[in-house]
């Protein structure tokens, strides 16, 4: 795999995230992904990761921008800001950058996102 067709695997993953397609997102996971982000407990496969999206994707709008793409090999860093919106509530901004590590068939392996969770308390 190229590290165009990595990029373009991870960006196809986030304009999911954009669409809300749950679905999508759970098939560009590896069945053994690894998932953390910031303080959460790391998911282990593909069930337990969707779970610890599923919160975010009950947001009424999502809009994940990337700022900043590097790759290499099949390892992708991006800065994002990553917006959520929730009916009755100001929308959420946080400034993330992701690690997405994939298998040999683009499938994601491991994501680790960096972002500071304080503020999803008050949202989630």
């Known amino acids: 795999m190229t590290e165009t067709e990595s990029e373009a ?17 759970g098939r560009a996971f590896h069945p053994d992904i690894r998932c953390t982000g910031a303080s959460y407990p790391t998911a282990i496969g593909r ?17 994940w921008q990337i700022v900043n793409c590097a790759v290499r090999g099949r390892v ?23 690690v997405f590590e994939l298998d040999e068939e683009g499938a994601i392996l491991r994501w680790h996102d960096y972002f500071d969770s304080a503020g999803l308390g008050d949202v989630l």
């Open 9 to 25: 695997i991870v960006r196809g993953f986030i304009a999911a995230w954009n669409a809300k397609d749950r679905d999508a997102i």
């Open 47 to 63: 069930e337990e990761a969707l779970a610890l999206c599923d919160p975010f994707l009950a947001a009424d709008a999502i809009d």
């Open 76 to 98: 992708v860093f991006t800065e994002r800001v990553d917006r959520f919106e929730y009916a009755g509530k100001p929308d959420l901004v946080v400034p993330a950058c992701g």
